[in-house]
């Protein structure tokens, strides 16, 4: 240890370790802005790539939609088999026909879950929703869920309980988007706390996909978990179903909790007003 404090002390060591200091920032900065090129040209060339997949993908869709050009003989064409090996292309593929479902409804749009199902575009869907990254398995979700892919519903309300927020909001606002109440009926038996932020969000989805069918809500108000019979209430009072005053009076008779009676009587007050 003396001689250690002794070396120190001599400032021997001071001109090589500035030197290698210096050395070391300059590979160091090198190292970085080769890194920032390779990024640079690999994203640039995806762009290029992307704009060119979008003038074959446009034709492939408007065949599919306007000229009545089935999924089989689309999968069967040589461009496509050659294009369709490659993953960014089918990435841009799905896209496109997510960006195109949101804006068509009725045939058009049941040509395109059709072409989603036969091209096998499907399964690179289901392949994100087992994927263990939590933003994969969102992407996944949404794209099952936006082409209504009903057999998807089992493996989206598992990842519901999940405790990552964001996987979490996605999979039941999926789950409310492919079967209505049937998303969010299963809460009865959840044990974490469904914060504001969750609540909120399951709302909106309710109100976004024009739930017509609400049946079965008034069952969240059963719940043992104080947060999720809070959550029904909220759904009842703004989607604004009178019809499930009779549970709403059942539960102010029956709780216990105070904070539950004071929130259950304000719904009951905002809604036989």
Partial sequence: MKKLWEFYKSDVWIEPFLTFSIIFFIIASFILYLLIIRSRSRNIKKERLRIDYDLVIEKLIFSIIFQDVTSSAIVEDPEYKKLSKTTFFREVMIESIIN??????????????????????????????????????CKGITELAELNI????????????????????????????????????HLTEHTHPIDDWAQINIISAFKKHDIGDTEGVELLLESQNSTVVVLGLKIIQELKLTQKIPHIMQLVARDPNTLIKYEAQNVLQILTV
Avoid: M, P
Avoid at 100 to 126: C, M, P, R, V, W
């Fill in 150 to 185: 009903t057999e998807a519903f089992d493996s989206i309300i598992k990842v519901s309980k999940k405790r990552n927020k964001t996987l979490k909001i996605t999979a039941l606002n999926a789950g409310i988007k492919l079967a209505g109440t049937k998303g969010i009926v």
């Fill in 100 to 137: 195109l479902h949101k804006n068509y409804e009725g045939t058009y749009a049941k040509k395109l879950e059709q072409f989603y199902k036969e091209s096998g575009l499907i399964n690179d869907s289901f392949k994100k929703l087992k994927s263990q990254k939590w933003e994969l398995k």
